[in-house]
């Protein structure tokens, strides 16, 4: 029963689309963050939130937006779609955000933009 | 420069032997690390955390770390085929807030042959 759902497990989308991946978990944590893997780099952090406030922004573009409308919600915004944004994202948390805690995370989104 | 590297890129061991990585980190800030595995199509899953120099046992799997050369290892004896998987080295600075993501290694891929 998986406590961290994210969602579509698939996308498919065309370059210079917008797409949005859904992220919910279930474990009453109060950190979320993304993470973003690719056959070029390894997890690769992106954001981190934490009582839904943004703490930590790593990603170069303003393309990729992250939005959370409850506190076991992160969702991610990517716009302009570009080939190069071809990777798994995944979703994950912890319970206070202390740098000390293991990460939960989901199965992933993998999107493939053509 | 990769601040979290990791050694084999692959390992390939025989069932029941020992599977042993290896991983540097090259920011004197990271203290706190932990050991993820990643089976093919899942998130990955945190194997243990090891924050205090020595060893640390749960079962088949034993970190070592060395802080002052911040030199990390996991052992794993008795390998079985569903160990095979991508391990990770991940470490933070332990300080939260807007500290308090991993940063991944690039993974070990472990095979172990029945």
């Known amino acids: 029963d998986p406590k961290i759902i994210q969602k579509p497990k698939y996308l498919v989308a065309v370059t210079g689309s917008e797409k949005i991946l859904i992220c919910e978990q279930y474990?009453?944590?109060?950190?979320m963050y993304w993470y973003r893997q690719s056959a070029k780099k390894p997890l690769e952090f992106m954001f981190s939130?934490?009582?839904?406030?943004?703490?930590d922004n790593q990603t170069a573009s303003s393309r990729f937006q992250p939005q959370s409308s409850k506190k076991n919600h992160l969702d991610l915004q990517i716009t302009a779609l570009k080939p190069d944004d071809s990777a798994t994202y995944f979703c994950?948390?912890?319970?206070?955000?202390?740098?000390?805690?293991?990460?939960?995370f989901g199965h992933g989104t993998k999107l493939s933009v053509l | 420069q990769q601040k979290v590297q990791q050694s084999p890129e692959s390992l390939s061991v025989p069932e029941g032997g020992m599977a042993s990585f290896n991983c540097t980190s090259s920011?004197?800030?990271?203290?706190y690390f932990w050991w993820y595995r990643q089976h093919s199509g899942e998130g990955p899953k945190a194997l243990m955390?090891?924050?205090?120099?020595g060893d640390k046992k749960e079962g088949r799997f034993t970190a070592h770390l060395n802080k002052a050369s911040l030199h990390v290892s996991l052992h794993i004896r008795d390998s079985q085929p569903s160990d095979s998987a991508l391990y990770f080295c991940?470490?933070?600075?332990?300080?939260?807030?807007?500290?308090?993501?991993?940063?991944f290694g690039k993974g070990t891929k472990l095979s172990v042959k029945s």
């Open positions: 994950a948390s912890s319970p206070r955000g202390t740098g000390r805690e293991r990460l939960f």
């Open positions: 474990l009453g944590h109060n950190a």
């Open positions: 939130y934490s009582y839904q406030k943004l703490m």
């Open positions: 920011d004197r800030n990271f203290q």
């Open positions: 955390s090891i924050f205090s120099d």
């Open positions: 991940a470490a933070s600075d332990g300080s939260g807030g807007s500290n308090a993501k991993l940063t």
